[in-house]
């Protein structure tokens, strides 16, 4: 069974705190600058996340910590000062990068300092040795989903290579389950290494797409790959014989929930040769508030009262909207010729979906 069919690791809105400890009497060095943004060398002590530490009934693996993408919705934000936190207090670095550090908002320090993990492939190794709990584990069936909280194909990856080395510790191996979630048509690099892991395991590309509207999309992911050049991707990776499809997460209410939008979206990703479709509505916890709102403040005033209200008492929409938009993509899916999706993010039991002549800004007005 391939990892799209099982419960879905949908990891592009899930709530999980990877490993971040790192060695004592470290420095952190800045290895390269991209504009404003610095990356920092991190050597981490784990690499591999197990489901007793996460929560979730995955493995993961996040070769960054923080992303320089800087999508104004991401969830990971919260995870990323505690690792950079523990970074500063294990190493000695200028007191103006510390100052620095210290005095941005921790959503910004998110997107603008990366921890780069360079010893990452190495200790995947060492951490899947033969004989291994772990590998074992994995070999019994248990899925590892590489880009949890960070983007692996982000434009570090470019220069570091860090995620390549992942996935050739991963190719070391037969009869694993791998999900790999990104953006980034950068991906597409590494087609060699992905077709040696799907000879020998089951292998699943997640490429996260929102929205075709190019204009929108850089507002909402500032530093994200065009839609077009994910579409591309999609292509390049399905000749290839790489099983890939599109999560459509998060649908931002009210902003990319249009249902025009989301069929020519659907109908784009089918074309490219993409094997399924999943899509849930934003969660919106505590960290993510902080660059989210705002945002809507400043770009979508109009929805400002209406997001207030919306999530005020939970960090996701109600049942209304959120069936409402199942019912939708299913129904859309079906008709477009694609599989869509997955149990819920949380397995619950789905209601009925509203009448279909509801469309989904109707919904989030209720």
């Known amino acids: 069974m391939s ?40 050597r981490a002590r784990g690499l591999l996340n ?82 291994g709990a772990r590998l074992a584990a994995l070999r019994a069936g248990e899925v590892v989903v590489v880009g949890t909280a960070t983007d692996p194909y982000q434009p570090a990856e470019r220069r570091f290579r860090v995620t390549r080395g992942v996935l050739e510790a991963l190719a070391e191996h037969a009869g694993l389950s791998i999900v790999v979630i990104t953006k980034s048509p950068l991906i597409t690099r590494d087609v060699d290494v992905l077709q040696r892991i799907t000879s020998q395991s089951s292998l699943t590309i997640h490429l996260s797409l929102i929205t ?13 790959p065009t839609p077009d050049a994910r579409i591309r991707a999609i292509a390049r990776l399905r000749a290839a014989g790489i099983d890939v499809g599109i999560n459509v997460m998060p649908v931002l209410p009210g902003i990319t929930d249009n249902p025009a939008d989301l069929e020519h979206l659907v109908r784009q990703v089918a074309s490219a040769g993409a094997t399924h479709v999943n899509a849930c509505a934003l969660r919106l916890r505590s960290t993510a ?15 400002v009262n209406r997001y207030a209200a919306s999530y005020a008492a939970n960090h996701q929409l109600g049942n209304h909207y959120r069936d409402g938009l ?35 800004t109707d919904l989030f007005g209720h």
């Not at 809105?13 to 600058?33: A, D």
């Not at 508030?289 to 929805?303: D, G, K, M, T, V």
């Not at 939708?328 to 997955?342: M, S």
């Open 3 to 42: 990892p799209h069919r099982q419960r879905p690791p949908l990891a592009g809105q899930q709530l999980l705190l990877p490993e971040v400890s790192f060695k004592q009497s470290i420095p952190l060095p800045t290895i390269g600058e991209q504009k404003d943004i610095r990356y920092h060398a991190a």
């Open 50 to 131: 197990g489901p007793e530490s996460t929560g979730m009934g995955y493995w993961s693996i996040n070769p960054y910590v923080g992303c320089a993408f800087g999508c104004t919705y991401c969830y990971a934000r919260y995870a990323h000062r505690y690792a950079l936190d523990r970074a500063i207090s294990a190493a000695s670095p200028e007191d103006s990068l510390r100052e620095e550090i210290q005095s941005i908002p921790p959503w910004l320090a998110f997107e603008r300092h990366v921890l780069v993990k360079e010893n990452a492939a190495a200790l995947l190794g060492q951490e899947l040795r033969q004989g």
């Open 212 to 224: 075709m509207r190019r204009e929108l999309a850089r507002l909402i992911e500032p530093r994200a």
């Open 289 to 303: 508030r902080a660059r989210y709102l705002p945002f809507i403040a400043e770009h979508f005033p109009h929805l």
């Open 326 to 360: 199942r019912g939708f993509f299913a129904d859309l899916c079906a008709r477009v010729g694609i599989q869509f999706g997955t149990p819920d993010e949380d397995g619950e039991v789905v209601t009925a979906a509203p009448s279909p002549t509801e469309t989904q």
